[in-house]
């Protein structure tokens, strides 16, 4: 639920046209996933991400950050990185205590999840705006907004008194504003710098045509993959000429372990119309040169390739027979 605008943000349809716009991920967030089974088992999951990128993991054993990029770090020293791991180190700790001397005034029941997501983003020019918002058993909880902890309406009269309490500390709240205006911006600059080579790169897609199980007899299910794809904003439409068909669906664009993604889109048509329809691909990566994929032309390169098989086939068997007549004659 958490994740829905962020998800949303990154569905962007890309022209042939804009291709000095900036590509690649503009905002940065960690997530906690905090999971309290009885009075004495919880655990916490961290991690960092770029838009949908993971470029942290968190070792709750250690309590330490674990960098999946070689730049993960942007411009921060090592000394500034140690007292960041040592502050959520000490939070998270801090937290699963917290939370497990509050569960009965609070009257939280075992076992129940606490999640939250933290962050900031580009906005116009250098300008970032900073967000923060926490989530109990999957409903919106709290977010802070305008610099003040504002109570979800989901949250009800659990949120109300959450707010209540978390204004008396003082400190804590001066230290989540700083991280949030001064030293999340300043990552995130820093960040997308360090790793731009990865970020702007543009991978073109595969695509390839399939049938999956029809819906009912006399149907046919044409299904369209387009993979390998990087960045992630991509356009694919099953047309007749060029008339884009209604009616098209479209998967979640998934990740590959790659950093590139994967999509599929179906198109459910009466058997005999399947003929004269084509997958359009559209990508950044492919300029103007869209991938058009014809439905039934596969068929036709099959036959061909049977054809080629065959005739080879008759070739050698010629060239055999002929090679004997030709041994024996000598033998004789
Ligand atoms: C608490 O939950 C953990 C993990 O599910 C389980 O292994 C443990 O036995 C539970 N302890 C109690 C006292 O119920
Ligand atoms: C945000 O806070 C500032 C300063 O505290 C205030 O002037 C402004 O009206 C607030 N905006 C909203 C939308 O609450
Ligand atoms: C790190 O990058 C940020 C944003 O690009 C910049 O403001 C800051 O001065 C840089 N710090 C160092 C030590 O280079």
Same mark, same amino acid.
């Given at each position: 639920m958490l994740l829905l605008p962020l998800l949303l943000l990154a569905v962007i349809v890309p022209g =042939?046209?804009?291709?000095d716009a900036f590509q690649g991920p503009t905002s940065f967030h960690v997530i906690q996933i905090s999971t309290f089974a009885n009075s004495t088992w919880a655990q916490n999951l961290g991690s960092g991400w770029l838009d949908d990128l993971q470029i942290h993991g968190w070792d709750s054993d250690s309590g330490t950050a674990i960098f999946?990029?070689?730049?993960?770090? =942007?411009?921060?020293?090592d000394e500034e990185v140690a007292e960041l791991e040592e502050l959520f180190r000490v939070y998270l700790i801090g937290f699963i205590r917290e939370v497990q001397d509050h569960v009965s005034e609070f009257q939280l029941e075992y076992p129940f999840v606490i999640q939250g997501i933290a962050g900031c983003e580009l906005h116009t020019g250098k300008a970032t705006r900073s967000f923060l918002q926490g989530a109990l058993g999957g409903l919106d909880f709290v977010s802070i907004k305008n610099d003040s902890c504002a109570p979800a309406p989901e949250g009800g009269s659990k949120a109300q008194r959450f707010c209540a309490l978390i204004i008396q500390y003082q400190a804590i709240c001066d230290t989540v504003a700083k991280l949030l205006l001064e030293t999340c911006p300043r990552y995130l600059l820093s960040v997308l710098d360090a790793g731009k080579a990865e970020l702007q790169r543009q991978v073109k897609p595969e695509a390839w045509l399939s049938s999956g199980p029809p819906?009912?007899?006399g149907r046919l299910r044409l299904v369209c993959h387009v993979s390998g794809?990087?960045?992630k904003p991509v356009r694919v439409t099953w047309m007749r000429g060029e008339q884009e068909q209604p009616g098209a669906q479209q998967g979640d664009v998934m990740p590959n372990a790659d950093w590139t993604w994967y999509l599929r889109v179906t198109l459910d048509v009466a058997?005999?119309?399947?003929?004269g329809l084509s997958c359009r691909v559209k990508h950044s990566s492919l300029g103007d040169q869209d991938i058009i994929l014809y439905w039934g032309h596969s068929t036709s390169i099959g036959l061909i390739l049977v054809v080629i098989i065959v005739v080879i086939i008759l070739l050698i068997c010629l060239a055999l027979w002929f090679w004997r007549r030709w041994s024996y004659q000598t033998i004789l």
């Open positions: =042939g046209d804009n291709e999946l990029k070689p730049w993960s770090k =942007g411009n921060f020293s819906s009912r007899p794809f990087y960045p058997a005999g119309e399947a003929a």
